[in-house]
């Protein structure tokens, strides 16, 4: 589609990183892009937040470009 640009999406982290109940905060591009940008955050994997050693549950923002290649 060629398409660039950004989409803001929140999600809360849980305690073994999996990414849970991500939300579109700021669309970009389109239905499409925003599906994408939704799909791949499904996918990842995050590294578990800890408080006093132990894994904690977070609140997370993260901005996804959508860029081309040359």
Request: aromatic share 10%; net charge positive.
């Amino acid at each position: 589609m060629r398409v660039t640009g950004e989409v803001v999406v929140e999600a809360i982290i849980r305690e073994d990183g999996v990414p849970y109940r991500p939300r579109v905060l700021k669309p970009g591009g389109g239905p499409a892009m925003q599906y994408e940008a939704l799909e791949a955050l499904r996918q990842w994997r995050f590294a578990p937040a800890k408080l006093e050693g132990k894994p904690v549950k977070v609140y997370y923002v993260i901005t996804i470009n959508f860029a081309l290649r040359r």
